[in-house]
Nanobody, 129 residues
Framework: EVQLVESGGGLVQAGGSLRLSCAASGIAFEPYSIGWFRQAPGKEREGISCIRSSDGATYYRDSVKGRFTISSDNARNTVYLEMNSLKPEDTAVYYC??????????????????????WGQGALVTVSS
């Protein structure tokens, strides 16, 4: 069973930075992809970034491109989301999620409302103005 645990959320002022971590376990099938999603109050959940295990390719939704960076530490089975130049509209619950056994979902994550197979519990990020 895939387990994903997010950490690193919190309160930050606009213009500040935060780093989210997603500790993954139980992923049994290569290739796999891990994505970051967020859900703002009253809005639909959307994928904002994704990384592919097969080649390390990274993907970003336009709204975070240039400000957020996804990376992975395979030795620690952890995926990170470095968030810079945060804005009040980035306030949301942030989730990491995973698909395993195929590697084609990252493109869908950042361009559609595609939902991955396995999910973490979420971490709240609040950006004050």
């Amino acid at each position: 069973e895939v387990q994903l645990v997010e950490s690193g959320g919190g309160l930050v002022q606009a213009g500040g930075s935060l780093r989210l971590s997603c500790a993954a376990s139980g992923i049994a099938f290569e290739p796999y992809s891990i994505g970051w999603f967020r859900q703002a109050p009253g809005k639909e959940r959307e994928g904002i970034s994704c990384i592919r295990s097969s080649d390390g390719a990274t993907y970003y939704r336009d709204s975070v491109k240039g400000r957020f960076t996804i990376s992975s530490d395979n030795a620690r089975n952890t995926v990170y989301l470095e968030m810079n130049s945060l804005k009040p509209e980035d306030t949301a619950v942030y989730y990491c999620a995973a698909d395993q056994g195929y590697s084609s979902s990252c493109g869908w994550v950042v361009t559609t409302h595609y939902e991955m197979d396995s999910w973490g519990q979420g971490a709240l990020v609040t950006v004050s103005s």
